[in-house]
């Protein structure tokens, strides 16, 4: 422990250090109490310097607990000072005695002037002496020819912190720069003189080893010959149990390289403008056919079929099931007989069961069913239809040709049979192409304004917004909306009006119901005179709130969803911005982007939020409906969506909600980028990956399902208005009409011996048939047939396959080198041992998906034969401008490497399209299964109606129970009041042509019918029966739901609906 007085001393001692006094701090380290020895001072300014620099040091330091210096830190500073003096000193002598030596040219003094100024004397070497003083004389005379004028003092830097300086005139020594310093540059420095016999003392060591290496060459290349050896035999041995140790790891490094080296290759063939044929070469295999695809094939085959059969069902049963809803909907209303109901639910309840199984599996198996003599006809029906999927051109006329009501039906049936509802990427592909050139065609051809779109019904719009809702895009608006719809829809606290007169009437409404008294208030209102009331205000202020709150969730929703978007839809929101700016220059990008939002928000997604129910977003039970409010609350979210979406704010009629304008403008600019982006997206040629040879290097055929019915329709659409489609004579679709002739009828479509002639219901049993769907595979009627019929396009595609099956067997770098070279007799057997194995392969592939005879027989051709038959069809191509002998037949290799990569590109797809499809079967099959369980409701409905009329005299319940049974009461009784009864308890408000006093001779009998629900209201005047009329207790609820508050009996009793209805039910059902 310090005693007292040494801790006042090192607080003394560190004021002085602070305050840079050096003076000041040699009197403190002088004080008894700090007992600090061996302080000099002339030493003054260094122990100032050094002291100062240890404080500092320690008030770096974060892990000191002191941020002073003590007695035992200040003893250790003041020592280091002096020994930092004492090595000034020691340099200062062998600067001066050197330099001095070498001014007196006293050479025989350098050794000993060395030893005795350096710290180790042992590093002098004495046989040196003479060297180290010829080389210091050099340096000194080298050093002073710089000088031109030079002062007496020498400067010393020590530890690259403290400069200490003597002056060799008047031996004056100094750790302070000293006034008018100049420095004694002519003289070699310490660290100059030291450099210059270390540096000497090492090269003659060098020089001495080398000699011996030199004497014993022999000895050392037999020592490192041994080492290496060792060294190598040690090395390889312990890599080669590395080796062993580590098994497993090696293999998974050799087959990460070579994984490396095969990815190299491959983006070499994707990436490179002209693979080299060695790399083709290692990638044909993968142009071979395996059974996984023929079976993959199949699979999507099946289910493409499966599915477009179940869309055309479900719609069959849909329209169905609607009109049922409405002959119900009669029925309620004593419009028709519950006879004709229970007709139609024969029909459905037979289309349910029957008719789809009949739909399903009935003559599905294409053109091998029919008679031998139809052949020909369908097999040119297949060309007709190739040639109307693959050339939009032709229904894109046609459609416009056609009335809009003909048109609609036209493309819901035909249209999108044709394209199998885009269940693949090559139909979804055609169609988009058929969209494109139909929307550019009515544009070009019908839009006259901008707003034309906006404003009209664009058929081709119609036509996209109805694929994209129907069975594929369903899906992508569930995920888009039926989360926050089906919030809205289960928050039964929400409630959104924004019609002032109806929250207006709804209040009075609820003030006469609840009170049974009639309000005082008037009964119909302006919208300035309901916005006068507080209730109403604050009401709609409460509605505005909640509708800004839930509109919010959904235009989220919509916005953070873009990519679930259909990539169909959006292409064609590009089509039609791209199109109207090209016919419409001067457009502003805000006029083109609401005609795209008028697309993707007002067409496509708003009815699905008003009316989620039809369109499926949310899932309902049978029987199961939106009641008004939830219904009214989506339709007011849609208004705000749709005002924003086109930019237009509430104005005139709705001024009341002009608070909102704000939130509109707001939300616009969100739904402004949103349109935009939704706009960029590739063509359908890179997103597909289709171009014009894809057709003739996939698989299998493209196959359509379509009923004779549609197939005789189409034909007799074509010849219709075959002039303004295909007017040349010379036109494929003329030619292709022109060999189909007459427009056949069903029963010579099917042939002789389809249906008896004696049949008493032949009538019916053609309509039946006509509706029989049938698999057509299409076919171009300009395919590959023989040698003969080719042209340059297929002449590429045989030598393409007949370059694979050569560069697989005979090695070379360029294909003129394999072409020129002759195949050796093994590569003749490697050769036909593959196409043996080829041939094994055909064999079990499946009819459809052959190749043409043509091919085969090419296949089956020797190597050598094969390489002929390159060289000449390279020939004709390199006529025909699409090959060169230039750069070695390069085109041609491009085109397979093409092959290659769409190849691995269209197995991708498949799968992709397998488990879309597998999804959408799934989506359709629930979708029938709801259909199935409506259709069990409405029999339930007509059952339950039956039992009714079976129990006459008794009073009906309004709802059923969950059994589907009635619940019966007796009948009530009749009830009479007098007009001024009536009149006091404001149900009846005024008589036309009578007296208010007059009131009491007029009297109603109100008696509750069989049916339920219906009140025959007789009137009497005097006791006089006057007249009779029927009330329904269900149109007095829908007059009350439109906000009627005053109606009409027999055309002259003004009467109060909401008392009457709160009459009613007191009366007759005790509520």
């Known amino acids: 422990m310090h005693s007292f007085p040494g801790v006042v001393a090192v607080g003394y001692i560190n004021e002085a250090i602070d305050e840079g006094n050096p003076l000041r701090t040699l009197e403190t380290l002088l004080l008894p109490t700090a007992n600090i020895s061996d302080v000099d001072p002339a030493h003054a300014q260094h122990y100032q310097d050094v002291l100062y620099h240890a404080k500092s040091q320690k008030l770096r330091d974060s892990e000191s607990v002191s941020k002073v210096l003590w007695l035992d830190e200040i003893q250790q500073a003041v020592d280091e000072a002096n020994v930092d003096e004492d090595r000034a000193k020691q340099w200062v002598t062998l600067v001066v005695d050197v330099n001095q030596c070498l001014e007196g040219k006293k050479s025989s003094d350098i050794l000993s002037v060395l030893k005795s100024s350096t710290s180790n004397a042992n590093d002098i070497i004495p046989e040196c002496a003479d060297k180290y003083y010829d080389a210091l004389v050099k340096a000194k005379e080298l050093k002073s020819e710089r000088v031109s004028s030079e002062g007496s003092w020498l400067k010393l830097n020590l530890h690259e912190k403290y400069d200490y300086y003597y002056n060799i005139d008047s031996k004056e020594s100094s750790w302070v720069t000293p006034e008018s310093c100049l420095y004694k540059e002519s003289w070699l420095t310490g660290k100059e003189i030291e450099a210059f016999w270390k540096g000497y003392k090492q090269r003659k060591e060098y020089m001495h080893r080398r000699q011996m290496f030199i004497d014993n060459t022999d000895s050392i290349v037999k020592i490192q010959s041994w080492f290496r050896m060792a060294t190598a035999r040690k090395s390889y041995l312990s890599r080669l149990q590395y080796f062993r140790d580590h098994n497993n790891e090696i293999v998974k490094i050799q087959s990460l390289l070579r994984a490396n080296k095969a990815r190299d290759d491959y983006k070499t063939l994707v990436g490179s403008e002209n693979p080299p044929l060695t790399v083709i070469r290692k990638f044909v295999y993968l142009l071979d056919q395996s059974d996984l695809d023929f079976q993959e094939e199949l699979e999507v085959a099946r289910l493409r079929e499966e599915v477009v059969t179940k869309i055309r069902a479900n719609q069959q049963l849909e329209k169905d099931l609607n009109l049922m809803d409405i002959k119900i909907g009669l029925l309620v209303k004593n419009r028709i007989t519950l006879e004709d109901v229970i007709s139609h639910s024969k029909k459905l309840n037979k289309k349910k069961g029957g008719e789809m199984e009949i739909l399903s599996n009935t003559d599905n198996q294409g053109i091998k069913s029919l008679s031998k003599e139809r052949r020909k006809i369908l097999e040119t029906y297949q060309q007709l239809f190739y040639l109307l999927q693959t050339n939009p051109l032709y229904l894109a006329k046609l459609i416009f040709q056609m009335p809009q009501n003909k048109s609609t039906k036209f493309m819901d049936t035909v249209i999108f049979t044709l394209y199998n509802y885009a269940s693949n990427q090559r139909e979804e592909y055609l169609l988009l192409k058929l969209f494109k050139t139909a929307l550019e065609e009515e544009i070009k051809s019908k839009v006259d304004q901008v707003q034309d779109i ?9 036509m996209v917004v109805s694929f994209n809702r129907g069975a594929r895009g369903q899906n992508t608006l569930r995920q888009l909306l039926a989360p926050v719809v089906k919030e809205i829809i289960d928050d039964k606290s929400l409630i959104i009006n924004t019609n002032p007169v109806e929250v207006y009437k709804a209040w009075v409404n609820q003030l006469e119901t609840q009170t049974g008294e009639a309000s005082k208030l008037p009964y119909d209102v302006t919208t300035e005179q309901a916005l006068t009331y507080p209730e109403v205000k604050n009401k709609l202020e409460a509605s505005i709130e909640n509708l800004r709150r839930v509109t919010d969730k959904v235009l989220n929703s919509i916005i953070s969803s873009l990519d679930l978007l259909p990539y169909g839809l959006r292409y064609i929101a590009k089509v039609l911005k791209n199109s109207i700016h090209e016919k419409f220059p001067d457009a502003t990008e805000d006029e083109l982007l609401k005609i795209v939002g008028n697309l993707l928000y007002y067409r496509y997604m708003n009815p ?3 009316a989620p129910d039809g369109f499926d977003i949310i899932d309902m039970t049978a029987g199961g409906q ?3 409010d939830q219904r009214r609350n989506l339709g007011s979210v849609a208004k705000v969506l749709q005002h924003a979406a086109s930019n237009k704010l509430f104005e005139g009629e709705n001024e009341h909600l002009s608070s909102m304008n704000n939130y509109l403008s707001e939300t616009y600019q969100e739904f402004r980028k949103y349109f935009k982006e939704a706009c960029n997206v590739p063509e359908p040629e890179e997103k597909f990956n289709m171009d014009k040879y894809t057709d003739l290097v996939t698989v299998s055929k493209p196959v359509i399902y379509i009923s004779i019915e549609e197939i005789i329709s189409t034909h007799s659409l074509l010849l219709e208005h075959q002039d303004a489609i295909a007017p040349e004579k010379n036109d494929l679709l003329s030619e292709l009409l022109g060999s189909l002739g007459e ?9 002789e011996g389809a249906v008896d002639p004696n049949d008493p219901n032949k009538a019916n049993t053609l309509s039946q048939l006509s509706k029989t769907e049938i698999s057509l595979v299409l076919t171009s009627k300009y395919d590959i047939e023989d040698s003969e019929a080719i042209d340059s396009r297929s002449l590429m595609i045989k030598t ?12 070379g770098n360029t294909l003129t080198e394999i072409l020129e070279t002759p195949a050796t007799a093994q590569q003749e057997v490697d050769h036909a041992t593959d196409m043996v194995s080829r041939a094994m392969i055909d064999s079990r592939t499946p009819e459809e998906m052959k190749h043409s005879q043509s091919m085969i027989e090419d296949a089956q051709l020797p190597l050598e034969q094969k390489k ?8 004709t191509l390199e ?7 230039e750069n070695k037949y390069q085109d041609i290799l491009n085109e397979i490497a093409k092959d290659i990569r769409n190849q691995r590109i269209y197995r991708k797809l498949r799968k992709a399209e397998l488990a879309k499809l597998q999804q959408t079967l799934n989506a359709l099959n629930k979708k029938a299964a709801f259909y199935e369980e409506q259709i069990n409701y409405y029999d339930t409905y007509i059952k339950t109606c039956l039992d009714n009329l079976k129990r006459k005299n008794t009073r009906r319940s309004i709802k059923l129970d969950g059994k589907g049974e009635p619940k019966g009461v007796k009948r009530a009784k009749p009830v009479k009041y007098t007009a001024a009864k009536l009149h006091e308890k404001g149900v009846l408000l005024d008589i036309d042509d009578l007296q208010t006093n007059q009131f009491k001779n007029v009297t109603f009998d109100i008696i509750a019918t069989e049916d339920v629900g219906i009140f025959d209201v007789r009137s009497k005047f005097l006791g006089v029966e006057m007249e009779k009329v029927q009330l329904n207790i269900q149109d007095l609820l829908q007059m009350q739901y439109e906000g009627v508050a005053v109606m009409k009996m027999f055309d002259k009793v003004k009467v109060n609906v909401n008392l009457l209805i709160y009459l009613l039910n007191k009366k007759f059902y005790g509520k």
Do not use: M
Not at 868 to 875: A, Y
């Open 454 to 462: 906006v404003t009209g019904n664009p058929t081709v719009i119609k």
């Open 608 to 610: 699905a939020i008003v």
């Open 626 to 628: 939106i009641n008004s």
């Open 743 to 751: 427009v056949p009828t069903v029963e010579s479509f099917l042939g």
């Open 800 to 811: 393409k396959k007949l370059i694979i099956d050569v560069i697989r067997n005979q090695p």
């Open 868 to 875: 002929r038959k390159i060289q000449r069809n390279l020939r």
């Open 879 to 885: 006529q025909t401008g699409h090959v060169s002998s």
